[in-house]
T-cell receptor, first 113, second 111 residues
Framework: DAKTTQPNSMESNEEEPVHLPCNHS???????IHWYRQLPSQGPEYVIH???SNVNNRMASLAIAEDRKSSTLILHRATLRDAAVYYC?????FGSGTYKYIFGTGTRLKVLA | DTGVSQNPRHKITKRGQNVTFRCDPI?????LYWYRQTLGQGPEFLTY????????KSRLLSDRFSAERPKGSFSTLEIQRTEQGDSAMYLC?????????FGSGTRLTVV
């Protein structure tokens, strides 16, 4: 299973944009890039995913490098409720086996008021 | 769609006792996963069901652990003869086309 590398922690001021990086140099051509976040005492929560093109949804944007060896999760205006651990995960497409996720330790985002 | 439900939310047990956790997935999801998470770490894969069939088990799942999913609906995870090292958050997830939906987990404390 391909691995991802993320910084252990980051800080941001409230209402400012946050860019959370992820390196995945061993990504395969069929691996999707998924982002989840985990609030204290909760299970991980889906944020966004993509394959090759940049993606936007109501929660965030995902920018994927042209060679797909890195990606960046963008929170456009951080709020105190965005303080969480953010996980970047690679997942094969349907039919590629167990479809299990391999979590790293993620990036702990601290948002300062 | 009421999400993935896990019960109990918290369980404190004495070392050597058996415990059982329950997970009710999203009804139309046929894939169900169990993960374990210790403090400061990301979740670790334990096992996976497609409908009622258990298709993969991690080496983390010792002989004291057993999981079932009768009729392909809810699932149970049982730990026999609990040890202090079993203290963790046990997470269940069911899978749809966009990815996983996790429950809030069962936090087990073995004293």
């Amino acid at each position: 299973d391909a691995k991802t590398t993320q910084p252990n922690s980051m800080e941001s001021n409230e209402e400012e944009p946050v860019h959370l990086p992820c390196n995945h140099s061993t990504i395969s051509g069929t691996d999707y890039i998924h982002w989840y976040r985990q609030l204290p005492s909760q299970g991980p929560e889906y944020v966004i995913h993509g394959l090759t093109s940049n993606v936007n949804n109501r929660m965030a944007s995902l920018a994927i490098a042209e060679d797909r060896k890195s990606s960046t999760l963008i929170l456009h205006r951080a709020t105190l409720r965005d303080a969480a651990v953010y996980y970047c995960i690679l997942r094969g497409g349907f039919g590629s086996g167990t479809y299990k996720y391999i979590f790293g330790t993620g990036t702990r985002l601290k948002v300062l008021a | 769609d009421t999400g993935v439900s896990q019960n109990p939310r918290h369980k404190i047990t004495k070392r050597g006792q058996n415990v059982t956790f329950r997970c009710d997935p999203i009804s139309e999801h046929n894939r169900l996963y169990w993960y374990r998470q210790t403090l400061g770490q990301g979740p670790e894969f334990l096992t996976y069901f497609q409908n009622e069939a258990q298709l993969e088990k991690s080496r983390l799942l010792s002989d004291r652990f057993s999981a079932e999913r009768p009729k392909g609906s809810f699932s149970t995870l049982e730990i026999q003869r609990t040890e202090q090292g079993d203290s963790a958050m046990y997470l269940c997830a069911s899978v749809g086309v966009d990815g996983y939906t996790f429950g809030s987990g069962t936090r087990l404390t073995v004293v």
